[in-house]
């Protein structure tokens, strides 16, 4: 059975840093492409970073040069660093996983697996 599992979310002041990690199942395996969305109530699930087999990766403007997107294949996991957290930044944030990734990196539709997300606040 597939499965994502997010951890490492929490309250941090603005300014501060955190690492999330997601922690994949067997069958997700370095072929697959990853991703980070966030979600915020009321607003559509938005595409934060999204790494491919190759190692390359691509971020959401509003992230690019304080989030960076890596994945360590032989623990099968992924990780999203985000430093200089804004307030803007508080949301719910979830991986994602694909084989093919079809739509791009940071599209919702690309992606067939998902983990149920963890909470990241950042107060001002």
Do not use: H
Not at 70 to 97: F, G, V, W
């Amino acid at each position: 059975q597939v499965q994502l599992a997010e951890s490492g979310g929490g309250s941090v002041q603005a300014g501060g840093s955190l690492r999330l990690s997601c922690a994949a199942s067997a069958q997700i395996d370095s072929r697959y492409c990853m991703g980070w969305f966030r979600q915020t109530p009321g607003k559509e699930r938005e595409g934060v970073a999204g790494i491919d087999r190759y190692g390359w990766s691509t971020y959401a403007e509003s992230v690019t040069g304080r989030f960076t997107i890596s994945r360590d294949n032989a623990k099968n996991t992924l990780y999203l660093q985000m430093n200089s957290l804004k307030p803007e930044d508080t949301a719910m944030y979830s991986c994602a996983a694909d084989r093919y990734c079809t739509s791009g990196l940071r599209q919702v539709r690309s992606f067939s697996y998902w983990g149920q997300g963890t909470q990241v606040t950042v107060s001002s």
